[in-house]
């Protein structure tokens, strides 16, 4: 499986974006996603992820509200709506694939990763 993201710009805080993952087959069905974020000089982290079915999500508490993540397993894609941005959402952000049916924030967990698409958010 391998897995493109898109969606990433600059926009001004406030604004909004939607990012996007399409995942190259359908055993992405099968499959937990995730979105995690690194920004300069930091560690990588969790975003939000989301369960095979999307039954189950899960947000990092500085996105919770402002961030959802959804899925259409009809076409292998994952999406991340990023409403109302701030000046500290600026990173790269990758979609990844878990080996996992149920959520995960366990980056060990997954296995399969997208290029990144950077979001910059001026203030």
């Known amino acids: 499986v391998q897995l493109q993201a898109s969606g990433g710009g600059l926009v001004q805080t406030g604004d909004s974006l939607r990012l996007s993952c399409v995942a190259s087959?359908?055993?992405?069905?099968?499959?937990?996603m995730g979105w995690f974020r690194q920004a300069p000089g930091k560690e990588r982290e969790s975003v939000a992820s989301?369960?095979?079915?999307?039954?189950?999500?899960y947000y990092q508490a500085s996105v919770e509200g402002r961030f959802t993540i959804s899925r259409d397993n009809r076409k292998n894609t994952v999406y991340l709506q990023m409403n109302s941005l701030k000046p500290e959402d600026t990173a790269v952000y990758y979609c990844a694939a878990a080996r996992t049916s149920a959520l995960t924030t366990r980056s060990e967990l997954y296995p399969i990763w997208g290029q990144g698409t950077q979001v910059t958010v001026s203030s």
């Open positions: 087959r359908r055993t992405f069905s099968n499959n937990a």
């Open positions: 989301i369960s095979w079915n999307g039954g189950s999500t």
